[in-house]
């Protein structure tokens, strides 16, 4: 079924938003994706996504229109990419904005504004493992797709450093924008007071990660970290909010190492949820390593926390140092240096005045530099 925009051919221009990840689905692309046509749609944009997975009664009360596609994969997006031409050719388009180059892979480069995002961790890095020829194979389907784009989006200088350096991409054809955020403070019910408030007890202090929960995300540094501090915090408290194919490995090493009645596995949870254990955490802590091909693109979990005035603990992989401010909004480890990620936790868990300092820092920067009403800006700007 068609989805019917308003206007006709020339009368309105009209912003496509192509995605594999959108809400309902949790995640950090599903969120990005979400708050980017949430945030054009208030600008009084005629927005039309594209999206992957079946109609949701949610896409009924949205500011603009969702069209979903369903099915196996590669029809689904040459189903999209036909759709999308027939689009094209009958309505104003002004730009179109896609979620990652596997969403643009069978799109015509028409003499429209395409705007592909890129997020580090869908990148070939350097050729040095057994997979090569398969890593030829993806290194040239990313670089046929980004043929004919107005612009590259990178989530960070990380990921536009490992574009040029791995795909050769010209760098006036990339442009670091880094993803914009939402707070949810006004859905809180006075039911998610209650489920946090049982959750945190009288537990203190909190350490959170929000994180898929995959082995390059570094839940086991925290893990070893709190065996050692323990002693000296009790009552301490490590909330992971998040599923992933290591859950279950890091559930057996908590049990190993006696944690248990010093963590909680959330699962996923809300956005009023995030926002209340945020609220009750006294440091965030994310300490990403790099694992094979999957490395840590920027971070948002990080600006999540600063919006709500809590000191983010990361590592020197990726694109976190584009996240966290070292020194003013958190500090960052060297990736993988269990013995300093221990000593910072316990510094910073010490040192109430430079933590709330850094949430500070943290949540004016996000303030002003994250909010979605002032970051759509950039990314609407990129298609000039």
């Known amino acids: 079924m068609d989805v019917q925009l308003s206007g006709k051919n020339k009368e309105v221009q009209v912003i496509i938003i192509t995605t594999q990840c959108f809400t309902p689905k949790i995640g950090g692309i599903e969120s990005l994706m979400t708050g980017m046509a949430e945030a054009m749609a208030n600008r009084g944009i005629e927005v039309l996504v594209l999206a992957d997975g079946k109609t949701h009664e949610i896409d009924l009360k949205q500011k603009y229109k969702i069209k979903r596609f369903t099915g196996w994969k590669p029809l689904r997006r040459l189903a999209k990419a036909k759709y999308l031409e027939k689009i094209c050719n009958s309505k104003n388009v002004k730009a179109i904005y896609a979620d990652s180059w596997k969403s643009i892979e069978y799109l015509k480069k028409y003499k429209k504004k395409i705007l592909v995002l890129a997020h580090g961790t869908e990148?070939?890095?350097?050729?040095?493992?057994?997979?090569?020829?398969?890593?030829?194979?993806?290194?040239?389907?990313?670089?046929?797709?980004?043929?004919?784009?107005?612009?590259?989006?990178?989530?960070?200088?990380?990921?536009?450093?490992?574009?040029q350096a791995s795909l050769k991409i010209e760098a006036n054809l990339i442009k670091v924008v880094h993803p914009g955020i939402d707070v949810y403070d006004d859905f809180i019910t006075e039911d998610d007071k209650k489920n946090v408030a049982d959750i945190v007890g009288n537990n203190s202090p909190v350490i959170t990660t929000l994180a898929r929960v995959e082995e390059r995300k570094g839940h086991i540094f925290v893990l070893n970290a709190l065996s050692e501090i323990k002693e000296k915090f009790p009552k301490i408290l490590y909330l992971?909010?998040?599923?992933?194919?290591?859950?279950?490995?890091?559930?057996?090493?908590?049990?190993?190492?006696?944690?248990?009645?010093?963590?909680?596995?959330?699962?996923?949870?809300?956005?009023?949820?995030?926002?209340?254990?945020?609220?009750r955490s006294d440091l965030f802590v994310m300490t990403p390593t790099t694992v094979g091909e999957s490395v840590e693109g920027f971070g948002m979990a990080y600006i999540d926390a600063?919006?709500?005035?809590?000191?983010?603990?990361?590592?020197?992989?990726?694109?976190?140092?584009d996240a966290i401010l070292d020194n003013k909004t958190g500090i960052i480890c060297e990736s993988g240096n269990q013995k300093m990620i221990t000593e910072k936790i316990l510094y910073l868990l010490e040192n109430k005045k430079l933590r709330e300092s850094m949430g500070a820092n943290g949540k004016l920067r996000a303030n002003e530099n994250y909010a979605w009403d002032k970051k759509i800006i950039e990314y609407l700007n990129a298609s000039n």
Not at 139 to 162: C, F, M, P
Not at 266 to 276: D, Y
Not at 306 to 321: C, Q, R
């Open 306 to 321: 600063s919006f709500h005035g809590v000191a983010s603990i990361g590592s020197d992989s990726g694109g976190v140092s």
């Open 240 to 279: 992971i909010a998040g599923k992933g194919p290591y859950l279950e490995t890091i559930k057996q090493i908590t049990k190993k190492m006696n944690l248990e009645k010093n963590v909680k596995f959330l699962g996923w949870i809300t956005e009023p949820e995030k926002s209340l254990i945020l609220k």
């Open 123 to 163: 990148i070939p890095k350097q050729y040095w493992t057994m997979m090569l020829d398969l890593l030829r194979f993806k290194k040239n389907r990313i670089i046929n797709s980004y043929r004919g784009v107005h612009k590259i989006l990178a989530n960070s200088s990380y990921t536009k450093d490992l574009m």
